[in-house]
């Protein structure tokens, strides 16, 4: 027993000389910048949230010679995100992006108790557990995103596309991003519908929420059965929940049915290719989620960060809007999405975001 | 009514049978006297050793993939399960506390691993199992659009595992010596039968088919490996109790909770469902675990040696 004791000992010890050596990469630096992240519920490789926003920082620790680092929290508590913050303050990140609005109590604290902290918080902006108050510090920006316009173009993408049919969503959470896509998605869809003649139908009982962002086994279950009950595309904007529901429609498709799904935050067409080389993504209402955390990071290098201000990325700043690549869409379809979208850009055409008259 | 019975069956069934090998394994190392809280941690296990293997070799082997993935998925649970196995039969651990350390060493190191091998701690495969009609019966009326309409390959091979595991387990003299080690093991030595090699089968077997279980859940459902089962190895735990330790038993078991939780999912999607909240579907299988733990426990059928180290 004695002799394990020792051995293990030894062990340890070499464990832990190895780790040690692991925090003394990447010398080089030219500006004192540390950019941190703390991730949101989910991993960091989440095709999603913490991907694009990690890949954004990343690209700028690149470009920049940053150090950079990301914490992922035990629970997804206020609790949780203030110990990960802290942690990264105490290890000297002075620049952490916070991506989502479950951070925003947890900022509300952080920003008066690390003064000399920049925020980032994408999705969201800091308040007071009971909304009773509203206040954005000269050290915190707040990031949003106008999704609804996002889904729009996604939506009107598809309506034209497909012609006629009967379109499903699929949300994660009642969360405010996520309805902005259903909102904007149904828009989309009735726009098509009255300015192009298009006949694609959206049923009450085919727009739902799942209530999380991590059920595959629910996305897949809810998906067979709006497919079996005559759905063809499905718009899924509902992270692990929406890989059930591209894994089902992959099965149907490679028995022959038509089904689509619209894909959500990324480009996500890579996920949906079937051995036969094709896709049953029919495009993605995309976030670009690597741009805010970059364009901040950029910005506070060259001093001009927007301090305390609440930014939103629209359509007009390219901020959101559907793939460059749409290898499922007709060149025709790509065109007159495009149009629309300079529509929007340029305020001729406004996309509501709100849900009044519209389902969920 | 009907309708809608007959299009959520075949989900619920796919649903089910993860969680009816998984509970399958846990009443083999029960029977034999080794309580394994750690299912939940081998079928993880499972689920990843059979995710990276198929990402791996998809590109070459194509279709042929998943079948070896579901060889390697059944090997890896086994082979972590010896872990457990060699803390409780050879060190008499307590049983517990070894099966709660597989389930966190199965979640870390599975994620662990899985970034290291394919640098991302999701790994997607291409392609699953594609459902189908199975020819002829699928066209015998009610019960063949129920069971033998859009259905997984797998479903008819884990079913099998489940008629022979009941033959192995109650009709051949070595079952009958391997739930001797589980009522009372000092008679089982005592005729001449290492307990110690029949403990070491159960858990294997308990890993074997829980690894088999996790597989089962990437190829058919999910498509993709996401560091977590999402509490299936626990239900499957309450479904062995629930089905008192007895193959039938876990059948109805775990079935009972598929076609609850499928309802859960599902009753948003359909209007006839949706007088009844979802959240009354989705507690429905603990409440009822926890009704027929109170119910039975008098007169409970758990293994008598179960958990206690020989």
Not at chain 1, 77 to 83: G, N, S, V
Not at chain 1, 151 to 171: C, M, P, R, Y
Not at chain 2, 69 to 91: D, E, T
Request: charged share 15%; proline share 4%; net charge neutral.
């Amino acid at each position: 027993m004695k002799k394990l004791a020792v051995v293990l000992c030894i062990f340890l010890m070499l464990g832990s000389f190895a780790f040690a050596q692991g925090s003394e990469e990447g010398k080089a630096k030219k500006s004192n910048l540390r950019v941190g992240m703390v991730t949101d519920a989910g991993t960091i490789d989440d095709k999603s949230f913490n991907q694009g926003t990690w890949e954004g920082i990343l690209k700028a620790s690149k470009d920049y010679a940053l150090d950079a680092k990301y914490l992922k929290p035990a629970g997804t508590t206020e609790a949780d995100y203030l110990k990960e913050i802290g942690n990264l303050v105490d290890a000297g990140y002075n620049f952490i992006v916070c991506p989502g609005f479950k951070f925003e109590t947890a900022l509300f604290e952080a920003q008066d108790k690390y003064p000399n902290v920049k925020f980032v918080i994408l999705d969201g902006e800091p308040h007071s557990a009971d909304y009773s108050e509203y206040r954005i510090e000269p050290n915190v920006v707040a990031v949003y995103y106008a999704e609804h316009e996002s889904g729009f173009l996604a939506g009107l993408a598809a309506a034209l596309q497909i012609k006629e049919g009967d379109f499903g969503f699929v949300g994660g959470m009642e969360i405010p991003a996520v309805q902005k896509f259903n909102w904007g998605f149904q828009q989309g869809i009735a726009y098509a519908n009255e300015n192009y003649g298009t006949k694609i139908m959206m049923k009450q009982e085919n727009n739902l929420y799942q209530g999380s962002f991590d059920n595959i086994s629910a996305g897949q279950q809810i998906a067979a059965s709006m497919y079996d009950r005559g759905v063809d595309v499905i718009f899924a904007a509902a992270g692990g929940v929406g890989v059930g529901v591209i894994n089902e429609a992959k099965n149907r498709a490679s028995s022959g049915q038509n089904v689509w799904v619209i894909g959500v935050d990324v480009d996500q067409y890579p996920e949906g290719v079937l051995p036969s080389g094709k896709s049953i993504i029919l495009t993605s209402a995309m976030k670009y989620l690597d741009r805010a955390s970059y364009d901040m990071i950029v910005a506070e290098l060259n001093g001009s960060f927007p301090a305390g201000e609440v930014l939103t990325f629209t359509a007009a700043n390219k901020g959101v809007g559907i793939p460059a690549e749409n290898p499922n869409l007709d060149k025709a379809v790509t065109d007159e999405v495009s149009k629309v979208s300079a529509m929007i850009a340029s305020g001729e055409l406004k996309v509501r975001a709100s849900g009044d008259g519209l389902f969920k | 009514m009907w309708n809608t019975l007959v299009s959520i069956f075949p989900y619920a069934i796919a649903y089910t049978i993860p969680m009816l090998m998984t509970s399958l394994g846990g009443l083999y190392s029960e029977r034999s006297g080794v309580t394994n809280l750690g299912l939940e941690g081998l079928m993880l296990v499972g689920y990843f050793a059979s995710a990276i293997t198929i990402k791996m070799s998809e590109a070459t082997l194509g279709i042929n993939a998943l079948p070896i993935g579901l060889l390697v998925g059944v090997a890896a649970g086994a082979i972590f399960s010896l872990l457990h196995a060699f803390a409780s039969i050879n060190l008499k651990a307590d049983q517990v506390i070894s099966g709660t350390a597989i389930n966190m060493l199965a979640a870390a190191l599975t994620v662990y691993l899985a970034r290291t091998i394919s640098g991302s701690g999701n790994v997607r495969i291409m392609m699953g199992i594609v459902r189908k009609n199975i020819p002829f019966l699928s066209k015998i009326p009610i019960i063949g659009p129920l069971f033998f309409s859009q259905s997984y390959w797998t479903t008819w091979v884990c079913l099998a595992i489940w008629g022979l595991s009941w033959i192995l387990l109650y009709k051949t003299s070595f079952g009958l010596r391997l739930r001797a080690c589980g009522e009372h093991p000092s008679a089982v030595a005592s005729a001449g039968i290492s307990v110690h090699k029949m403990r070491y089968f159960g858990v294997a077997m308990s890993g074997a088919l829980a690894g088999l279980g996790g597989a089962v859940i990437l190829i058919t459902y999910s498509g993709e490996f996401n560091g977590t089962v999402a509490g299936l190895g626990f239900l499957s735990i309450a479904a062995l109790i629930f089905g008192q330790w007895k193959p039938l038993g876990i059948l109805g078991a775990t079935f009972f909770f598929g076609i609850a939780t499928t309802i859960a999912n599902v009753s948003q999607v359909i209007p006839s469902l949706q007088v009844i909240p979802p959240v009354f579907f989705k507690i429905f299988p603990y409440v009822a675990t926890l009704l027929a733990l109170v119910l039975f426990s008098k007169n409970s059928a758990a293994p008598k040696a179960s958990g206690e180290p020989f």
